[in-house]
């Protein structure tokens, strides 16, 4: 196995040669295995454990024995302790969700401390096709069928074209020891169920099960491939940037054959599970949206617009003192004894007429303002609908406030009872930089 993990190293992830690399290291048979072939190829690393605090004294000592693996092979080794029941229950997540975030994001932050280029973690062959059933159980497209990447950004995974039985043999072989985690005795999780009822079945009906999803996986990819290049001719002819927002175009879309599978493969990675809703947007009126966690897919008019979630700035008020503020937006404020022509960004108010602090918030339903050059009172929704904003730009509208009177609409127009007179004494001039 060596052989073949050296040559996989030297043709395949060659930049891993002088590099400083961080291994993911469990204690158990695949992490040892991984971490003695790259100790024995003399590269550059260094083990990082997470204590996960899952299994008691067994999370422990799985610890004491990566640090003395670590002693024995002469290199660095990093540990860190989690209580990972509690961040999954803070963040309303599963407990194996909870250990991937914490440990990922504790390798992150090892590579930027430590200057490591990579991380390098032991899935084989067998967890590949563990995922493979997962995600097609679960439904997906091509992708989710095409396997774990063997790199992915910083993360790298040498160990894909190994099988969990060339990992043991290689450790019987060397008598190396390993920890074995009783958890992944327990078939409570579907990864754990396919490793220990399904597979092994699969395999007795047929052994040479791993060798052909090999081959079956290769084809996947190289189908994906033909299939990115062709979204990519799609996505510039469908697809225009603006500020803080993708924009699909549906009739643009339309002109290709297969619309909704286009869609799915415009989508696929921003979160979205709920694909018939997705692609009913497509026929829907103006206004209706679908939402991942992440983010959200609304119809307006003739688009869809894609936009990340700002969830911590939606229901929240800002104080605004006699200097402005930076956050969320940028508004400076100004004494000035004349008065320029006021514009879109900018207006001049009468300073008596404010009290602060001033409050900056998101517009909400029923807000009304007397607009500036114009007789009585308009509410904002019909003030939006006149001026033709879009769903996604009313949404992103800030309003300044005082008391509960509404002094600007952020950028469109400002209340004209606020407005400079013959009898104004301090004039105040607020710019607004986007």
Same mark, same amino acid.
Request: aromatic fraction near 10%; hydrophobic fraction near 35%; charge should be positive.
């Given at each position: 196995?060596?052989?073949? #993990?050296? /040559? $996989? ?61 670590? =002693? ?14 509690? /961040? ?19 390798? $992150? =932050? ?12 032991? !899935? ?8 493979? #059933? ?13 396997? %774990? ?20 043999? /290689? ?85 290709? &054959? ?44 003739? $688009? ?29 404020? =100004?004494?000035?004894?004349? %008065? ?16 602060? &602090? ?11 303002? !007397? &607009? ?14 006149? =001026? ?23 950028? !469109? ?12 004494? !301090? ?6 930089? &986007?």
């Amino acid at each position: 196995m060596f052989k073949q #993990f050296k /040559y $996989e190293i030297e043709n395949k992830f060659s930049f891993l040669i002088g590099s400083r690399i961080l291994v993911a290291c469990s204690g158990g048979l695949d992490s040892v295995v991984l971490t003695h072939l790259l100790s024995k190829m003399n590269l550059k690393i260094a083990l990082a454990h997470c204590n996960f605090s899952l299994r008691g004294k067994e999370s422990d000592d799985d610890e004491d024995f990566v640090i003395n693996l670590a =002693e024995n092979l002469g290199v660095t080794v990093y540990t860190e302790t989690f209580d990972t029941k509690k /961040y999954a229950k803070e963040h309303k997540i599963s407990t194996q969700m909870a250990a991937r975030d914490l440990r990922y994001a504790w390798f $992150e =932050e090892l590579l930027t401390l430590h200057k490591f280029q990579y991380i390098v973690t032991a !899935h084989h062959l067998d967890d590949d096709l563990e995922t493979f #059933f997962i995600n097609l159980s679960r439904g997906t497209g091509l992708s989710g069928l095409s396997g %774990i990447p063997k790199k992915n950004n910083k993360v790298v995974r040498p160990l894909l074209n190994f099988s969990r039985e060339d990992i043991f043999q /290689y450790a019987q072989k060397n008598s190396l020891n390993w920890r074995e985690d009783s958890s992944n005795k327990k078939a409570d999780y579907l990864r754990n169920k396919l490793r220990l009822a399904v597979l092994p079945q699969f395999k007795t009906v047929n052994p040479a099960v791993l060798q052909n999803f090999k081959t079956t996986q290769s084809n996947i990819r190289a189908s994906q491939l033909l299939i990115d290049d062709y979204i990519a001719i799609v996505y510039n002819r469908v697809v225009t940037e603006a500020e803080n927002a993708y924009k699909i175009d549906i009739q643009k879309l339309r002109d290709f &054959p297969h619309t909704k599978q286009l869609l799915y493969e415009l989508l696929k990675d921003f979160g979205f599970t709920e694909w018939d809703d997705v692609s009913n947007l497509l026929d829907a009126q103006t206004g209706k949206q679908v939402y991942s966690q992440t983010h959200r897919l609304l119809k307006n008019r003739d $688009e869809l617009l894609l936009t990340k979630m700002e969830l911590d700035n939606l229901n929240r008020e800002f104080p605004v003192s006699k200097k402005g503020i930076e956050t969320p937006i940028s508004l400076k404020f =100004e004494e000035t004894k004349y %008065i320029g022509e006021t514009e879109k960004n900018l207006i001049y108010v009468d300073s008596a007429r404010l009290n602060f &602090p001033l409050k900056l918030r998101r517009w909400q339903d029923g807000d009304s303002f !007397h &607009p500036f050059g114009m007789k009585g009172k308009k509410k904002l929704s019909k003030f939006f609908k006149d =001026e033709k904003l879009s769903q996604l730009e009313k949404e992103k509208t800030w309003v300044l406030v005082s008391d509960d009177s509404i002094v600007w609409i952020v950028g !469109h127009r400002m209340d004209d009872n606020f407005k400079v007179t013959k009898n104004t004494l !301090h004039i105040l001039k607020i710019t607004y930089r &986007p």
